[in-house]
C-alpha cells in the first residue's frame, strides 16, 4: 500500500528485454541498503517488486500485461519516474490509500498556469470516469491528488508549487498520457451498488 506522496523522482538508467519480461534499472537518491530484495516500490504510480540492486540504483521486471496498460512501456534511458516506498504501519498518511494498481491511462488535456499552480485538465477513458468524483481522490503518475471538477470524461487538478516541482507533472504537456489509480473508496462503493439487490 502506498500514500500517494512522491519521496524522490528516480530516472530509468538501463533497459533491457528478458526471456521473459523488460528489466529497468532505475536510479534513486534513496539509501539502496535500506530496500530490501521483493520490496514493493511504486514507479508512476505502479507497484513494482525490486529483484536486484546497487549502490544508488535497483532493478525492477515488468510484465508485457503492465507494459499494455500503462505508460512503462514508453519509458526510455533517462526517463524521470516518481518513486514511492510502501507505506509501513505508523508512517504518516499524508495522501490517500493508494493500492499500486492502475487502472487506465489518462490523456493531458491541457495545461494551465493559474497564479503559481497549474491547473490540469484530464480526459480519463470511459467507464472509468464515473469513479471520479468532485473533492474525491485520484492517483495520477503516483501522484495523490483532489479532483477539482468533472465533466463528462474529463476532470480538473489543480497543482501547487511544491507538487509541480517535486515530482514529474511539472513535465507534462497536452496529448501526454498519465497512469491514472481511482479511490479505493470509490471502486467498491461502485461495485457494491452493482451488486446489492
Not at 505508460?71 to 495522501?95: C, F, I, Q, Y
Not at 470509490?186 to 451498488?193: D, F, G, K, M, P
Amino acid at each position: 500500500m502506498f500514500t500517494g506522496i512522491v519521496t524522490d523522482i528516480g530516472r530509468v538508467r538501463g533497459v533491457a528485454e528478458t526471456a521473459r519480461d523488460r528489466r529497468y534499472e532505475i536510479e534513486t537518491a534513496w539509501d539502496t541498503a535500506t530496500i530490501d530484495l521483493g520490496a514493493s516500490i511504486s514507479h508512476a504510480g505502479c507497484c513494482l517488486t525490486v529483484t536486484e540492486k546497487g549502490p544508488g540504483w535497483f532493478a525492477v521486471e515488468v510484465s508485457n500485461e503492465t507494459l499494455s496498460k500503462t505508460t512503462l512501456g514508453d519509458w526510455k534511458s533517462g526517463d524521470p519516474v516518481n518513486l514511492e516506498r510502501a507505506a509501513r504501519l505508523g508512517d504518516e498518511m499524508g495522501g490517500h490509500v493508494v493500492s499500486g494498481h492502475v487502472d487506465g491511462l489518462g490523456r493531458i488535456v491541457s495545461v494551465t498556469p493559474e497564479g503559481g499552480s497549474h491547473r490540469l485538465v484530464v480526459e480519463a477513458p470511459a467507464p472509468l470516469h464515473r469513479f471520479i468524483a468532485p473533492k474525491g481522490s485520484i492517483t495520477v503518475d503516483g501522484v495523490s491528488l483532489t479532483v477539482n471538477q468533472v465533466s463528462g470524461l474529463e476532470f480538473g487538478l489543480n497543482i501547487i508549487p511544491h507538487t509541480w516541482a517535486a515530482t514529474t507533472l511539472g513535465r507534462l504537456k497536452a496529448g501526454d498520457s498519465v497512469n491514472l489509480e481511482i479511490d479505493m473508496l470509490a471502486r467498491y462503493l461502485a461495485r457494491w451498488q452493482e451488486t446489492a439487490q
